[in-house]
């Protein structure tokens, strides 16, 4: 079983970039495709973007297209989300997440398509 713990969160101003870390433990990376999500205070927990096991595929909603890259780096059992020209609206709690082996290599926009979840790293982007 895998065990995932994100870093990098912050407070930065609007058009300021951060890079989100997400360290895996406990299992091979390699084993997962994995995504990332996010959550803002009254909202539900949406799709952000999301890498194949080997990281040749990715997908990303079309309200961070152009704007964060999603990559990884299997040796250091690391997955990034690298987030430039932050706006307001991305202000939320990031979490990484595992999809588990059994579902192949595709990538899930849907929260439940995930078995492991980190414990979120807050970002919060000011006007």
């Known amino acids: 079983q895998v065990q995932l713990v994100e870093s990098g969160g912050g407070l930065v101003q609007a058009g300021g970039s951060l890079r989100l870390s997400c360290a895996a433990s406990?299992?091979?990376?390699?084993?997962?495709?994995m995504g990332w999500f996010r959550q803002a205070p009254g909202k539900e927990r949406e799709f952000v973007e999301g890498i194949s096991r080997s990281g040749g595929k990715t997908a990303y909603a079309d309200s961070v297209k152009g704007r964060f890259t999603i990559s990884r780096d299997n040796a250091k059992n690391t997955v990034y989300l690298q987030m430039n020209n932050l706006k307001p609206e991305d202000t939320a709690v990031y979490y990484c997440a595992a999809r588990p082996p059994r579902f192949g290599d595709n990538i899930d926009t849907r929260v439940g398509g995930y078995d492991y979840w980190g414990q979120g790293t807050q970002v919060t982007v000011s006007s």
């Open positions: 406990g299992s091979t990376l390699s084993m997962y495709a």
